[in-house]
C-alpha cells in the first residue's frame, strides 16, 4: 500500500525567509500525482501546488516551489519570502489514477514575524 | 454559493442524538467524500461516492450513515456517537476523468463535539 511520510511535525521561519517542507512517499507506480495541501488555524484547506509524476519539471507557484525527485520518491516543498499568512498545516499528499488519496500527517508550520 | 460548502460548521450532540452533516459542492463535479480529522492523527478516509454510487468505506463504524442523493448533495448521518468520534469531519470533491487532475477540493469542515 502506499504512503506518505512526512518526518517533521513542526517547523519555523522567520518572516521573508525561505523554508522547506519534506515530505516522501512509497509507491510501485510508475504514474501518479502529488500534492500539497494547506490548512490554516480554522480555515478551510486548499490546493497549494500540483506535481505530475510524469513530468520532470518541477512545479511553480508563485513563492511556491517543489523538489520533485521521483527516484528518491521525494517531493519537498519550498516557501520564498514567507508570509505571516503561511503560518498553516501543510499536508503532502498521494495519489495514483483511479484510487484514493493518501495523505501525509502534517508539517505545522510557524511564520515568526 | 462557490466551491463546497458544509453545514452545520459545528455540532455538539450527546450520545444518544441523531443528527445529519450536509455537504454540498457547486463544481459540477461527478465524486464526493467524507474524511475525519483529528487532532495528531492523520486524515482519515470515511466514504467515496462515484457517480452517486458508494464504492468505499473504510470499516467505519454504522453509526455512521452516508448518503448521496445526487452528485451535488452528500449527507452523513450520526447517531448514538461516543465521545472518541468528536472531531473534525471535512468533505471533497472532485472530477473524475481519464487525463483529469484528481485534486479534491475541500470544504470548510464540521466541527463536532459528543458529550
Redesign the interface.
Known amino acids: 500500500a502506499q504512503t506518505v511520510t512526512q518526518s517533521q511535525p513542526e517547523m519555523s521561519v522567520q518572516e521573508a525567509e525561505t523554508v522547506t517542507l519534506s515530505c516522501t512517499y512509497d509507491t510501485s507506480e510508475s504514474d501518479y ?1 502529488l ?1 500539497w ?1 494547506k490548512q490554516p488555524p480554522s ?5 497549494v501546488i ?1 506535481q ?1 509524476a510524469y513530468k520532470q519539471q518541477n512545479a511553480t507557484e508563485n513563492r511556491f516551489s517543489v523538489n520533485f525527485q521521483k527516484a528518491a520518491k521525494s517531493f519537498s516543498l519550498k516557501i520564498s519570502d514567507s508570509q505571516l499568512g503561511d503560518a498553516a498545516m501543510y ?1 503532502c499528499a498521494y ?1 495514483s ?1 483511479g484510487q ?2 493518501v ?4 508539517t505545522r508550520l510557524s511564520v515568526l514575524p | 454559493e462557490t466551491g463546497v460548502t458544509q453545514t452545520p460548521r459545528h455540532l455538539v450532540m450527546g450520545m444518544t442524538n441523531k443528527k445529519s452533516l450536509k455537504c454540498e459542492q457547486h463544481l459540477g463535479h461527478n465524486a464526493m467524500y467524507w474524511y475525519k480529522q483529528s487532532a495528531k492523527k492523520p486524515l482519515e478516509l470515511m466514504f467515496v461516492y462515484n457517480f452517486k454510487e458508494q464504492t468505499e468505506n473504510n470499516s467505519v463504524p454504522s453509526r455512521f450513515s452516508p448518503e448521496c442523493p445526487n452528485s451535488s448533495h452528500l449527507f452523513l448521518h450520526l447517531h448514538t456517537l461516543q465521545p472518541e468520534d468528536s472531531a473534525l469531519y471535512l468533505c471533497a470533491s472532485s472530477q473524475e476523468a481519464a487525463g483529469g487532475s484528481y485534486e479534491q477540493y475541500f470544504g470548510p469542515g464540521t466541527r463536532l463535539t459528543v458529550t
Open positions: 500525482y500534492f495541501y480555515r478551510q484547506m486548499i490546493l500540483r505530475e499536508f495519489r489514477y484514493n488519496f495523505f501525509g500527517p502534517g
